[in-house]
C-alpha cells in the first residue's frame, strides 16, 4: 500500500536511488481527530516486531494510549509545546526499553529499540499514516504514571495518527509544517578511521 498523502518527495532529494517511503516519512504536527483502526494500528506495531536486535532480546515495548481517557493520563508528562499540537493526535505511543537479562545489561537496548521504532515509523507511513516522534517529555513524570519497573528506559513518546492540514495549527506552527532536508551524505560516512573520507574503489 502506498502513501496516498506522500507529500515530502517536492521537498527532498536523494543523492542516490532509494524507495521513496524514506523521503515520504517525515514528522508533521497536524492530526486529524480520526481514530485508527485496530487492525492498521496493529500493522503498524507488528512491523516494529521485526526489526533486529542483538541476541533477539527485543527490547522494546510500546505503551499504547488511544482512548480519550489513556491519552489524557500522557498529558501531564509531555512539555508544554508538544502539548500545543499533540493533544490532537488519536495514538500516543510511549516507547521503553528493558535494559537488563539474565546475563546483565543490555548494551544495545535503545539502539535495537531505535531500529524498531524506524521499522514502526515506516509501515505507518505506508498505511498512511503520520507519525511524530518527541523526546519533549519528562521522563522521570512518564516513567512514575506508566508504572515503569526499574530496569526499563524511557526513549520517546510518539504522535501517530492522519495527517492533517497545517492551518489546523498555531500560526508560528505552520510555517514549520513541511518535511525538512538532510545533510550530505558525505558529512556522515567516514572510511576506515573517524573524520576519513569516504574514497569511491577505483
Not at 499504547?64 to 481517557?69: H, L, N, S
Request: proline share 9%.
Amino acid at each position: 500500500m502506498s502513501n496516498p498523502n506522500a507529500t515530502a518527495t517536492p521537498f527532498r532529494q536523494a543523492a542516490h536511488p532509494i524507495d521513496p517511503i524514506y523521503l515520504n516519512r517525515w514528522s508533521p504536527r497536524s492530526f486529524l481527530e480520526k481514530e485508527v483502526p485496530e487492525s492498521t494500528l496493529l500493522t503498524v506495531l507488528e512491523a516494529a516486531r521485526w526489526a533486529p536486535s542483538a541476541f533477539n532480546l527485543q527490547p522494546w515495548r510500546f505503551i499504547v494510549a488511544r482512548t480519550k481517557e489513556e491519552r489524557e493520563r500522557f498529558f501531564p508528562f509531555i512539555g508544554e509545546f508538544n502539548r500545543t499540537w499533540c493533544e490532537k493526535a488519536p495514538v500516543l505511543i510511549l516507547i521503553v526499553s528493558k535494559t537488563t537479562w539474565e546475563q546483565g545489561q543490555i548494551g544495545s537496548h535503545a539502539f535495537d529499540t531505535g531500529a524498531a521504532w524506524a521499522f514502526l515509523a515506516l509501515e505507518a507511513t505506508r498505511q498512511g499514516l503520520a507519525t511524530h516522534p518527541m523526546t519533549g517529555i519528562d521522563f522521570a513524570k512518564a516513567r512514575e504514571i506508566v508504572g515503569l519497573p526499574e530496569d526499563y528506559a524511557v526513549q520517546a513518546l510518539v504522535a501517530l495518527g492522519y495527517q492533517g492540514p497545517k492551518e489546523n495549527l498555531p500560526e508560528a506552527l505552520q510555517q514549520r509544517e513541511q518535511p525538512s532536508p538532510r545533510n550530505p551524505i558525505e558529512d556522515s560516512i567516514y572510511q576506515g578511521a573517524f573524520g576519513q573520507p569516504f574514497q569511491p574503489l577505483k
